[in-house]
C-alpha cells in the first residue's frame, strides 16, 4: 500500500489499532464474563476451576454488558471514524469486531435465543419435556406425590 | 445438573427444576427448547415469571432454615436461585431438606453424592 495512501504517520495508525483491538477484546471478555450463566461458558468455567459464576455475575452482569457496549461503540468509532484508512485494510480485526457486535447485539436483543445456540440445541426445537408454568400448588401435589423417592428442586436461571 | 443425573442413571429420583428471571437477561418467556438444559426424563420443568417457588422458601435471608447441610458458596442479594434442594424420600413439602448446594455448579459432587446416598 503506498505510503500517501495513509491518513497520518504509522506511530499514530498502529496506536489507534491497537487501541480498537484491545476495546473489542475487552469487548469480548466482558460478554464472555456476562454469559457465565451459559452452560458451555459454565462449563468452560467449570474446567478453569473457577465454578460459581452466579458469585459475580448477578451484580456484575448489567455492568459487564454496558462495558461491552461502550467498548463495541469505542471499537467502532476508532474502526470507522478515527483509524478508517489503516483498521479497515486489517480484515481479521474488522472481523474480529463485527463478530462481536453480533454476539453483543444478539444477547441483549435475545437472550434466550443465543443461550440455546450457546447450549448447543436449537432455540425453536421442542425440548425433551414439557415447560409448564409454575403453579405452586400442583408443584406441590407433585412434590408430596413422589415422597417414595428422593427429591432434587433447582432454581434456575435461563440465561 | 444434566451431568449429575448422568452420572446417576438408576437413582430413583424426581428432578423439579424451577426457571426463573433473575439475570438481566431474562426478560421474556424461555422457550420449550430450554427443557434440554436437563433432558433427563426425571426432571420436570416449570416457568416461575413470578419467582413465587423463591418466596415460598423465604426468599435468601432464609436460606439458613431450608437445608440441614448447606454450601453456599456465593452471596444472594434476594432471589433464591442457582440452587438446588434434596430431600430424602419419605419428607413432605415444608420440611426441610437434606441437603442445599448453591451454585449448582460448584457443588454438583455433594448434590451427587447426597442422590447416590439417598437413591438407594
Known sequence: ?159 | MAGVLRANPGAKTRVFVIWEPVLTTDWGTPSQSITANVPDLRAAHFWDPARRLSAAYGDAPRLDRLAAIRHVGFRMKDVVWDVALVYPPGARWGSPAELLVAPVVQYRERLGEAIARLSR
Open chain 1, 1 to 159: 500500500m503506498p505510503a500517501a495512501y495513509l491518513c497520518y504517520d504509522d506511530s499514530m495508525a498502529q496506536t489507534t489499532g491497537r487501541s480498537a483491538v484491545i476495546s473489542t477484546v475487552a469487548s469480548l471478555a466482558s460478554l464472555v464474563a456476562a454469559l457465565s450463566c451459559c452452560l458451555p461458558i459454565g462449563t468452560l468455567l467449570m474446567a478453569a476451576g473457577s465454578a460459581g459464576a452466579s458469585l459475580f455475575s448477578e451484580k456484575l452482569r448489567p455492568w459487564l454488558l454496558a462495558l461491552s457496549v461502550a467498548s463495541l461503540a469505542f471499537a467502532f468509532v476508532q474502526t470507522y471514524f478515527r483509524g478508517r484508512c489503516s483498521f479497515r485494510q486489517r480484515r481479521l480485526r474488522t472481523c474480529l469486531l463485527w463478530f462481536s457486535a453480533t454476539i453483543v447485539t444478539g444477547m441483549l436483543a435475545a437472550p434466550a435465543f443465543f443461550s440455546s445456540i450457546l447450549a448447543g440445541h436449537l432455540p425453536f426445537a421442542k425440548g425433551p419435556a414439557e415447560l409448564r408454568v409454575f403453579d405452586q400448588a400442583a408443584f406441590v401435589r407433585e412434590f408430596d406425590a413422589a415422597r417414595d423417592q428422593t427429591r432434587v428442586v433447582a432454581l434456575l436461571s435461563p440465561t
